[in-house]
């Protein structure tokens, strides 16, 4: 009997815990102020997940969800417990299974994303003949309510895309798609592309980088957290312990998920 109780004492205790912390990160929540969203650093945990029905339940400031599939009322449901809302897009490869897939003109349609063969790399040098859907999407994110948008794929110069694009043809596109996003009334965040996060600092407000432990490629990030905005961290394959505490130095907000971008696994720092 002794050992039962102590049992359930232990999983009591630990269920208060988990119960105060979420609550601990609501009231962190409730603090977002009204206006355009200027994320500032910091090691909170965010969540990422662009499959599956959306998991209001997961203890984070900050869900990155997908713009086509998250109605509004999910993105309403997540403000009224505090939390800020990032429209997940694809802005540098065209992607066939979206609805507004036929209004890329096939000149813009580049190789195969490697490990996406429903993906293909576009012309970002040539992005004006295809600026009509993007920036109706980016309309769309914003009369749903989001926040912000994570424009994905904006390092194409520095992949094999059947395009011959410079990082000059880079800087001016995503530059562009900042001004279109914040004309909006959203803010945007710089998807990877280290080699370029100096020059594009002033434009974008925060950025969402994938596996920069993995590569050792964090510091190219740091000058964000130095200009007092965030820096939103996922990794795949190392385990919490190899960078949660490298992250917190940072003072990057660093989360384990699967390739998948389900609801679960997710391991914050």
């Known amino acids: ?3 039962i109780l102590t049992l359930v004492a232990t999983l009591a205790a630990s269920a208060a815990l988990t119960t105060a912390a979420a609550s601990a990160r609501a009231q962190s929540c409730q603090s977002i102020p009204g206006g355009t969203w200027q ?9 990422w997940q662009l499959q599956g029905r959306i998991d209001t339940g997961v ?38 299974y979206r609805p507004d897939a036929s209004r890329f003109p096939r000149s813009v349609l580049g190789r195969r994303y490697e490990g996406f063969p429903e993906e293909r790399w576009l012309d970002i040098a040539h992005f004006r003949r295809f600026a009509a859907p993007l920036e109706a999407r980016f309309r769309r994110c914003a009369a749903k309510g989001f926040d912000a948008v994570e424009p994905d794929n904006l390092a194409g110069f520095e992949n094999l895309t059947g395009f011959p694009l410079t990082a000059a043809d880079q800087l001016r596109f995503n530059r562009w798609v900042a001004r279109r996003v914040h004309a909006l009334g959203m803010s945007v965040a710089l998807k990877n592309d280290p080699r370029q996060v100096q020059s594009l600092l002033p434009s974008f407000d925060f950025a969402i ?17 130095a200009a007092g905005k965030a820096v939103f961290e996922a990794e795949y394959e190392l ?17 384990r998920k699967s390739y998948e971008l389900f609801a679960r696994p997710w391991l914050p720092c």
């Not at 994320?39 to 945990?45: C, I, L, V």
Request: contains cysteine; glycine residues 4%.
């Open 1 to 3: 009997m002794l050992v």
């Open 39 to 47: 994320p500032a650093p910091t090691t909170a945990p965010w969540q």
């Open 59 to 96: 203890s984070a400031c900050v869900f990155d969800v997908d713009g086509f599939e998250t109605p509004a009322a999910t993105v309403a449901t997540l403000h009224r417990r505090g939390a800020a809302v990032v429209c997940y897009l694809d802005v540098g490869s065209w992607e066939e």
């Open 209 to 225: 980088v994938e596996e920069c432990f993995q590569y050792d490629e964090c510091d190219l990030y740091e000058p964000f957290v």
């Open 239 to 255: 385990e919490p312990d190899a960078y949660c505490a490298r992250a917190r130095t940072l003072g990057f907000s660093a989360i």
